[in-house]
């Protein structure tokens, strides 16, 4: 039974990277966003940025209020694991964190104080989880950090998450684009406005100091795109060789 079992998954998973892989062989890109608040404004720019491109797909995949600290986590990850099953895209793109400066809770419903060493334990092996899923099904993803944050103590937690996404990128070889750098004033402080480079100035974060207008989700659009085509041509490549 056991032998069974372990060739069904097995076939999965061969099936999965064989659907990923089509993508490449027919010149088509499918790309899905996942995350939450801060993932869907993702989607729409990189939906924005590429609908004339007839060879990609964008597709939409967050979910507002969605988190990693969520009690709900391990349903959602069984949710983002039976949608990977069905319809494994090409690239993902990922970016979460926005609700997650808050208190968690171990599988053995241990709580821990957002950003203690607990906390970060937690909430790290999640992050791997995620990533894990991507991986094992050689998924090329690319993961978003936090953006500065208007509220200094909010800034500071979502200095707390990149540092864990980074590293977690690293572990599990997926492809980190900090957005803590970007988007800022010359002394890297919250602007709500930035400037073309040619004639005008343009609102790119929201009033509430945490999301972005749709120019701004333009923006980190031009940003993502780069990296995706690194990554396509990346899996194109490793497909290719004996």
């Not at 991986?135 to 090329?140: A, Q, S, V």
Request: overall charge neutral.
């Amino acid at each position: 039974m056991r032998t069974f079992l372990s060739l069904c998954a097995a076939l999965c998973l061969a099936l999965a990277s064989a659907l990923s892989a089509h993508g490449a062989e027919t010149g088509t890109l499918t790309i899905t966003v996942y995350g939450e608040g801060l993932g869907d404004g993702v989607w729409e720019g990189l939906y924005l940025l590429l609908r004339s491109d007839r060879q990609v797909r964008v597709q939409r995949h967050s979910q507002l209020g969605a988190g990693l600290t969520r009690p709900d986590f391990d349903a959602w990850l069984k949710s983002l694991r039976s949608e990977l099953e069905k319809s494994p895209p090409n690239v993902a793109v990922v970016m979460v964190g926005a609700n997650d400066q808050q208190g968690i809770r171990d599988e053995n419903r241990i709580g821990y104080v957002f950003a203690s060493e607990g906390w970060q334990q937690v909430y790290g092996d999640r992050v791997d989880a995620v990533m894990a899923e991507f991986r094992g099904r050689r998924i090329p993803t690319v993961w978003l950090g936090l953006p500065v944050m208007r509220k200094s103590e909010y800034n500071g937690g979502a200095r707390v998450l990149d540092a864990i996404f980074e590293a977690a990128a690293e572990r599990n070889h997926v492809t980190f684009v900090p957005l803590a750098g970007a988007f800022t004033d010359a002394a890297g402080n919250f602007v709500v406005y930035i400037h073309d480079g040619e004639h005008r100035y343009h609102q790119v974060r929201a009033e509430d100091g945490i999301h972005f207008t749709t120019y701004g989700y333009q923006l980190i659009a031009e940003k993502v795109w780069p990296k995706i085509q690194q990554q396509r041509e990346a899996a194109r490549a490793s497909a290719a060789a004996p």
